[in-house]
């Protein structure tokens, strides 16, 4: 099973951008997706953006799409996620997440493997 690791996050004010990384160890991305959910204390995990393994079609939440753009580079075997115009409610803990199989794409049960995090702060 693959292993993902985040990276990328800070603090950043309004406006700004930051580009979060999703590195895989153990073996090299593949099956269905890989995607980024994000996370307030007290709040469920939500869904950001999703790249498809085959096609490359991303999908986006209604929140970010605009702002943010997830794409992948095989031969660094990352997933990236470029963030711009942040906004403070975009402050949370951003999660790389894989998935093997189809499934709803936004949906957390799909995801097998999952990161440890990376925080986004966006102060006003």
């Known amino acids: 099973q693959v292993q993902v690791a985040e990276s990328g996050g800070g603090l950043v004010q309004a406006g700004g951008s930051l580009r979060l990384s999703c590195a895989a160890s153990?073996?090299?991305?593949?099956?269905?997706?890989v995607s980024w959910f994000r996370q307030v204390p007290g709040k469920e995990r939500e869904f950001v953006a999703a790249i498809r393994w085959a096609g490359y079609n991303t999908y986006y939440a209604d929140s970010v799409q605009g702002r943010f753009t997830i794409s992948r580079d095989n031969a660094k075997n990352t997933v990236f996620l470029q963030m711009n115009y942040l906004k403070p409610e975009d402050t949370a803990v951003y999660y790389c997440?894989?998935?093997?199989?189809?499934?709803?794409?936004?949906?957390?049960?799909?995801?097998?493997?999952w990161g440890q995090g990376t925080q986004v702060t966006v102060s006003s």
């Open positions: 153990g073996r090299a991305f593949g099956g269905f997706a």
């Open positions: 997440a894989v998935a093997n199989t189809g499934a709803p794409i936004r949906s957390r049960s799909t995801y097998q493997s």
